[in-house]
């Protein structure tokens, strides 16, 4: 497992690395966000979007649990998985998602921990304190693949 932290200083910056990151990720990888209410995950994700070429705007989809994006050079699936708390994801199909043609980005998939795949890239987004717009992401790679893509964004 390796990991890596940095500090952004603005929304802006946030979804110009997210942007960078997306133009590394390939098919069936699994992107898992994760940070308290209002820390950055949908803003995170709609710079990935960008990156990925998507020219829908990205929607919460707290009240769909997942939604696909087909503009971009790939699929972009965006699930919250907040309204699981209490049942979980058993039964919905994840893996056709997870091992499918696009990319995955799982906003609370602590909710659906018996669900996801094994290998993955997580990103923890955290307030700094005193710094309204401050986030610090820290990234952890499980798996080869991952390892190799946080590498590669780490010295470019
Ligand atoms: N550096 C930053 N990165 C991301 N968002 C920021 C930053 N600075 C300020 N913000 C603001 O913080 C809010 C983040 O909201 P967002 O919807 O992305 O959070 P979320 O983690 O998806 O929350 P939820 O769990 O409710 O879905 C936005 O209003 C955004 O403008
Ligand atoms: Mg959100």
């Known amino acids: 497992m390796s990991n890596v932290k940095m500090i952004v200083q603005s929304e802006t910056e946030l979804r110009a690395w997210a942007s960078k990151l997306a133009k590394e990720l390939k098919m069936g990888m699994v992107i898992l966000l994760h940070g308290e209410l209002g820390a950055g995950k949908t803003t995170f994700t ?49 893996i056709e998602y997870f091992e499918g043609d696009g990319v995955s980005v799982v906003e609370w998939s602590e909710f659906i921990q018996d669900d996801l795949p094994t290998e993955h890239l997580d990103i923890y987004i955290e307030r700094v304190f005193e710094h309204d717009t401050y986030r610090q992401l820290t990234i952890t790679a499980t798996g080869k693949k991952y390892q190799e893509l946080l590498n590669h964004l780490n010295i470019s």
């Open 46 to 94: 709609k710079g990935l979007a960008q990156g990925l070429g998507v020219s829908q705007t990205i929607k919460s989809p707290t009240y769909t649990l997942i939604k696909e994006y087909d503009t971009g050079v790939l699929t972009l699936y965006h699930m919250d998985m907040y309204r699981l708390e209490d049942i979980g994801g058993e039964g919905l199909g994840l």
